[in-house]
C-alpha cells in the first residue's frame, strides 16, 4: 500500500504480495534457464531453434506477469480496479459494499448496478494484510461516497 504522508486524499494503491512475488520470482528463472538453455545446447541447434526457446521463455514472463499485475487504486474522486486482463474505471458513488467472505480467493465490490467486481488486488493468501487492506479501502468508501442500497 502506498500513501503521501499527512495527506488524507492521497492515492493509495494495493498489490496482493505473496502472487506477486511468485509470478515475478517465477518469470525470472524461466527466463533465465531458456537464456542458458539456448546458450548451452549442442551445436546441431540451429538459430531458430535456440530464438524459439528464448522467445518461448518470454512468452512465459507475458503469462506470469498477467497473474502479478493485479492492483486496487483508490484515488480522490475515482477507484482503479486492474485485474489479470482487464482495467475497470469506477466512480466513488457506483460502488455499495466491498466483501470478502471466509474461504474466498479475494473480495468482490458490489455495484450499484447490481453487479459484482472480483477485485484480485487483495488477496486472502496475504492474511492479515488482506484484511487489513480490505477495511481499510472500506472506510475510504465510506468517507467518500458510496452509494446507497437499491
Request: aromatic share 6%.
Amino acid at each position: 500500500m502506498q500513501k503521501a504522508a499527512g495527506d488524507p486524499m492521497a492515492t493509495v494503491t494495493w498489490r496482493p504480495r505473496n502472487i506477486r512475488l511468485v509470478a515475478y520470482g517465477l518469470a525470472a528463472l524461466v527466463l533465465a534457464t531458456m537464456v542458458v538453455l539456448a546458450l548451452i545446447l549442442p551445436p546441431d541447434w540451429r538459430l531458430q531453434d535456440r530464438a524459439g526457446l528464448v522467445l518461448f521463455g518470454v512468452f512465459a514472463v507475458f503469462a506470469l506477469h498477467l497473474l502479478g499485475r493485479p492492483r486496487l487504486v483508490a484515488e480522490q474522486n475515482q477507484v482503479i480496479v486492474v485485474n489479470s486482463i482487464r482495467t475497470h474505471v469506477l466512480e466513488w458513488a457506483e460502488i455499495i459494499d466491498i466483501r470478502m467472505p471466509t474461504g474466498e480467493p479475494w473480495p468482490t465490490i458490489d455495484l450499484a448496478d447490481g453487479s459484482t467486481l472480483a477485485v484480485l488486488g487483495i488477496q486472502s493468501s496475504d492474511g492479515e494484510t488482506a484484511r487489513r487492506n480490505l477495511s481499510r479501502f472500506r472506510s475510504l468508501l465510506h468517507d467518500r461516497g458510496e452509494a446507497q442500497e437499491p
